[in-house]
C-alpha cells in the first residue's frame, strides 16, 4: 500500500522539543506532496506544514518559527521538527501523501484543497508541564 507511517510521538514538557518522522510509501508522483496534520479531542483536523519534493514549504500559523518539516527523498522520509512545544500542540499528529501536484498547491492541502490521498495511522503527542 501507500499508507505512509508515522514514528516519533512521545509526551514532552511543555518548551519541550520533539522529531516526528515519516516513512514515504508509494512512487515519486504520489508522493510528491507530503504533510503534517494533527487532531485533538473534539477538534477538527488541523493542517500543520506540507512540503513538496522540490522543496516548497508551507506552515499554517500556528506553528511558524517552531516547527519545520524536512525530506529526504533517497531515504523517502519526512520529518517534523517541533519545538518550544506548547499544551495546545498536543494532539495526534498524521502524515499524509498526495500528487502530482506543485508549488502553492500543496501547501493549499492544508487548508482544505483536497490534494492529500494516502493517511497514516497517526503518532501521539503530548505537551504537559
Known amino acids: 500500500g501507500q499508507q505512509p507511517v508515522e514514528s516519533g510521538g512521545d509526551s514532552v514538557q511543555i518548551g519541550g522539543s520533539l522529531t516526528l518522522s515519516c516513512t514515504i510509501f508509494?512512487?515519486?508522483?504520489?508522493?510528491?506532496?507530503m504533510g503534517w496534520f494533527r487532531q485533538a479531542p473534539g477538534q477538527e483536523r488541523e493542517g500543520v506544514a506540507s512540503?513538496?519534493?522540490?522543496?516548497?514549504?508551507d506552515y499554517a500559523d500556528s506553528v511558524k518559527g517552531r516547527f519545520t518539516i524536512s525530506r529526504d527523498n533517497l531515504k523517502k522520509m519526512v520529518y517534523l521538527q517541533m519545538t518550544n512545544l506548547k499544551p495546545d500542540d498536543t494532539a495526534m499528529y498524521y502524515c499524509?501523501?498526495?500528487?502530482?501536484?506543485?508549488?502553492?498547491?500543496?501547501?493549499?492541502?492544508?487548508?482544505?484543497?483536497?490534494?492529500?490521498?494516502?493517511w497514516g495511522q497517526g503518532t501521539q503527542v503530548t505537551v504537559s508541564a
Open positions: 508509494g512512487g515519486t508522483s504520489s508522493t510528491n506532496c
Open positions: 499524509a501523501a498526495g500528487g502530482p501536484v506543485w508549488g502553492a498547491q500543496c501547501g493549499a492541502g492544508l487548508r482544505g484543497t483536497s490534494v492529500f490521498r494516502y
Open positions: 512540503i513538496t519534493t522540490a522543496g516548497t514549504i
